[in-house]
């Protein structure tokens, strides 16, 4: 402290989030820009984002891990489809093989990042510590890599009766570590990621488990390990390898979204030919596994080796879908009439979206509301100088689109140290372009969250195409002097027009 002030700690570049992304973030900065200085803040006391804050039971990736994993750091086990504590290992060993660790600093929590175009700089406000205590770092170029849950808490609907309920109600983001769920009657409310993971987890756990879903959602069934890739890492070099095992995934995973689009009839025999496949003969497909969308309008789910299919053959594990009426005493009230018994009920209702981990930003003074902005080439907003933030693909691996976001953003760093420029920014007019959802899915959890959520446009490059191919060429060899990201070696002020969008 100087004068009661607190000493502000500046760096060139800022990443927020130590989890997959921002660990990503920092190996492609020291490898592309070793002459720029990098932080990491993270606001929980370990590493690893969704791998550490998620606990429950059977948490693992939805995505190969050729895919998920980094194209830097081969993966080796032997499981493409790896559970989270593998996962969190993983992220572990990569910061600390590349010195990434040493750059993380732990239990910062960014409330606000106000940007100053006189000076050229981000000032970020910080909870440091279990203290709380305000501490400020600054940079050049602030980069939010913490995605897009809120790691506080996930969405649970307002179930009538809930406070009637005598049992344990539980939400897979909070799971309580020592809950035993053997030999009790659990009912899993959802039908998304979360929720056929944890049915055959807690099945084989010996629970008797109900999977009580609204309506159904299209589930593919891949084996846990892959038999090409075992191969190719029998007889080639691990980076050879890891590389052509990554590249036929990305394809296949690009090969299923284009059928399910173009072919969605097709697409949809062959989800119910896979679930018929695993379940006894007779059983009600048209109810539990035929959803009433197209195939990847909503998220796809994955299935590992069947498990769920084969949990609910087995008889350890059932599914009804039936609207929820209100919670009882002792279970669940569906609209039927019919009561589902229920010792423990896990609301596995989805997900809270929060971009930039809820803080606060501004330019100028001026607030800025992410949601009344546009996404230049899904990583900038509109706008807002030396400013990205990080997602993935949904309908493909995180990771894919999250190292070409942090390779295109050393690429912006280099061409302005080379050109002498000290900032950027994405110009839009917003008069001139009709917002459209950001990812452009239906999913509840999506859809809560529009108003927030920055916007895509009509067309490229305000277009999030959701095609790894296409974003290859886009951001790794696209032009950076394209017309719409202006440099300046001098900044110059915002004004906010009436819409709240910095112009």
């Given at each position: 402290?100087?004068?009661?002030?607190?000493?502000?700690?500046?760096?060139?570049?800022?990443?927020?989030?130590?989890?997959?992304?921002?660990?990503?973030?920092?190996?492609?900065?020291?490898?592309?820009?070793?002459?720029?200085?990098?932080?990491?803040?993270?606001?929980?006391?370990?590493?690893?984002?969704?791998?550490?804050?998620?606990?429950?039971?059977?948490?693992?990736?939805?995505?190969?891990?050729?895919t998920l994993g980094y194209p830097f750091r081969p993966w080796k086990d032997a499981k493409a489809?790896?559970?989270?504590?593998?996962?969190?290992?993983?992220?572990?060993?990569?910061?600390?093989?590349?010195?990434?660790?040493?750059?993380?600093?732990?239990?910062?929590?960014?409330?606000?990042?106000?940007?100053?175009?006189?000076?050229?700089?981000?000032?970020?406000?910080?909870?440091?510590?279990?203290?709380?205590?305000?501490?400020?770092?600054?940079?050049?170029?602030?980069?939010?890599?913490?995605?897009?849950?809120?790691?506080?808490?996930?969405?649970?609907?307002?179930?009538?009766?809930?406070?009637?309920?005598?049992?344990?109600?539980?939400?897979?983001?909070?799971?309580?570590?020592?809950?035993?769920?053997?030999?009790?009657?659990?009912?899993?409310?959802?039908?998304?990621?979360?929720?056929?993971?944890?049915?055959p987890s807690l099945a084989a756990q010996g629970a008797?488990?109900?999977?009580?879903?609204?309506?159904?959602?299209?589930?593919?069934?891949?084996?846990?390990?892959?038999s090409l890739?075992?191969?190719l890492r029998r007889w080639l070099p691990e980076r050879l390898a890891h590389r052509l095992a990554r590249w036929k995934n990305v394809l296949l995973s690009l090969g299923i979204y284009q059928l399910c689009r173009r072919a969605p009839r097709l697409a949809r025999?062959?989800?119910?030919?896979?679930?018929?496949?695993?379940?006894?003969q007779g059983y009600d497909l048209?109810?539990?596994?035929?959803?009433?969308?197209?195939?990847?309008?909503?998220?796809?789910?994955?299935?590992?080796?069947?498990?769920?299919?084969?949990?609910?053959?087995?008889?350890?594990?059932?599914?009804v879908t039936e609207q929820i009426d209100h919670l009882s005493a002792h279970g669940i009230r569906l609209r039927s009439g019919r009561e589902l018994p229920a010792d423990i009920v896990v609301t596995a209702t989805g997900l809270q979206l929060q971009l930039c981990g809820g803080m606060r930003i501004s330019v100028d003074g001026h607030a800025v509301d992410a949601g009344a902005h546009f996404a230049y080439k899904g990583l900038m907003l509109s706008n807002v100088p030396n400013f990205a933030f990080c997602i993935g693909y949904v309908n493909a691996s995180w990771t894919l689109r999250a190292d070409l976001s942090s390779r295109f953003v050393c690429r912006l760093l280099r061409h302005m140290r080379?050109?002498?420029?000290?900032?950027?920014?994405?110009?839009?007019?917003?008069?001139?372009?009709?917002?459209?959802?950001?990812?452009g899915l239906n999913s509840g959890y999506f859809t809560r969250a529009y108003d927030f959520l920055p916007k895509q446009g009509p067309h490229k490059p305000w277009r999030v195409p959701q095609n790894y191919l296409l974003?290859?060429?886009?951001?790794?060899?696209?032009?950076?002097?394209?017309?719409?990201?202006?440099?300046?070696?001098?900044g110059a002020p915002h004004s906010v027009p009436a819409d709240g969008a910095i112009a």
């Open positions: 402290m100087e004068g009661g002030v607190a000493t502000i700690e500046h760096v060139d570049v800022l990443i927020v989030g130590a989890g997959l992304s921002g660990i990503g973030a920092g190996y492609r900065l020291q490898s592309m820009c070793p002459d720029r200085r990098y932080l990491i803040l993270e606001g929980r006391s370990e590493i690893g984002g969704t791998w550490d804050l998620f606990r429950y039971p059977g948490i693992r990736s939805d995505s190969d891990m050729f489809i790896a559970d989270g504590a593998s996962i969190l290992r993983y992220l572990k060993d990569t910061a600390r093989e590349f010195g990434i660790d040493r750059h993380i600093r732990l239990q910062q929590r960014v409330c606000a990042a106000a940007y100053s175009s006189a000076d050229g700089r981000w000032t970020l406000e910080v909870e440091s510590g279990p203290e709380k205590t305000l501490r400020r770092y600054s940079c050049d170029f602030l980069y939010i890599c913490s995605g897009y849950y809120d790691y506080a808490q996930g969405y649970t609907p307002d179930f009538p009766g809930r406070d009637q309920f005598q049992g344990l109600l539980v939400h897979p983001q909070q799971w309580p570590q020592e809950l035993d769920c053997r030999g009790k009657r659990v009912v899993v409310i959802g039908s998304g990621a979360t929720a056929v993971t944890l049915v008797q488990v109900t999977m009580l879903q609204r309506s159904p959602t299209y589930i593919a069934d891949l084996p846990s390990t892959d890739a075992d191969l025999k062959l989800f119910r030919w896979t679930a018929a496949r695993h379940l006894p048209d109810t539990h596994f035929n959803p009433r969308y197209e195939p990847w309008d909503q998220r796809l789910c994955l299935v590992p080796d069947a498990d769920l299919f084969k949990s609910i053959a087995s008889g350890q594990a059932d599914v080379r050109k002498g420029y000290r900032q950027c920014v994405p110009r839009a007019d917003h008069a001139q372009l009709e917002p459209q959802p950001l990812l974003d290859i060429k886009a951001m790794s060899f696209g032009r950076l002097d394209d017309g719409v990201l202006q440099f300046s070696r001098e």
